[in-house]
């Protein structure tokens, strides 16, 4: 970052790259961030059910950012992986589906289908912060001697593929949003939210 703003390049070689498209890492990064601090807030439920106004304006901020971010990962991670095509590969896989989980996110909840509008932001969710657990990755393979840009397409592929995985077992073990007990309870269901997911 520090590089990023006055424009010099830093030593470290996987950093050049950040540095050389500028634009490219600010248009990930910037929306990317907000997008992960603004999420948790999203997915609370104590939060949310207190606040759906509030759901739905900073869901549409953060929606759109997490599109942004996502598309510039697609450009970044394709055309300048440090890692080559095996992560590149892993990151335009991932990618296509982060955004293919936004717009199925975004479409449930314009048709009212919160119980599908929350299973997809999750499926969202999980693959966003799936660039954290790469590092972990990155760190074993380092140590099993594995040279650092060698490791990066392993590390991406293992990472996110366990980040999709967990998110299907969360949504196994909770298929539905809390707000459907709630209205059960209320003997009140809405059609919009009514019944168990059918389909993903
Ligand atoms: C990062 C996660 C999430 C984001 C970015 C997000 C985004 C959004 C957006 C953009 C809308 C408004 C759509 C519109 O009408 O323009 C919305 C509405 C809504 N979302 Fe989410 N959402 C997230 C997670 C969740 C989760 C986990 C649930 C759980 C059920 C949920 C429940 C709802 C409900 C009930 C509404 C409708 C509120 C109302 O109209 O009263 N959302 N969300």
Not at 136 to 145: C, D
Not at 166 to 181: D, G, S, Y
């Amino acid at each position: 970052m520090p590089n990023l703003a006055a424009g010099t390049l830093p030593e470290d070689e996987f950093d050049h790259r950040y540095v050389e498209q500028p634009w490219l890492a600010y248009l990930h990064l910037t929306p990317g961030v907000l997008y992960l601090l603004g999420a948790p807030l999203q997915l609370a439920y104590r939060f949310r059910s207190r606040h759906y106004t509030f759901h739905r304006r900073l869901g549409r901020v953060l929606a759109g950012a997490a599109m942004i971010s996502g598309v510039f990962a697609l450009i970044f991670g394709g055309l300048f992986s440090y890692g080559g095509l095996p992560e590149a590969s892993a990151a335009v896989v991932f990618g296509l589906w982060f955004l293919t989980c936004l717009v199925l996110a975004v479409r449930a909840i314009r048709r009212d289908d919160i119980v599908h509008h929350r299973r997809w932001m999750i499926r969202a969710f999980a693959i966003g912060i799936g660039i954290g657990t790469t590092r972990i990755w990155l760190a074993l393979f380092g140590v099993a001697g594995l040279d650092f840009a060698s490791s990066f397409g392993p590390a991406f592929w293992i990472s996110f593929s366990l980040h999709a995985l967990l998110a299907e077992l969360w949504l196994r073990a909770f298929p539905n949003p809390p707000e459907l007990a709630q209205e059960s309870l209320d003997s009140s269901l809405s059609p919009r939210a009514a019944g168990a997911p059918s389909s993903p």
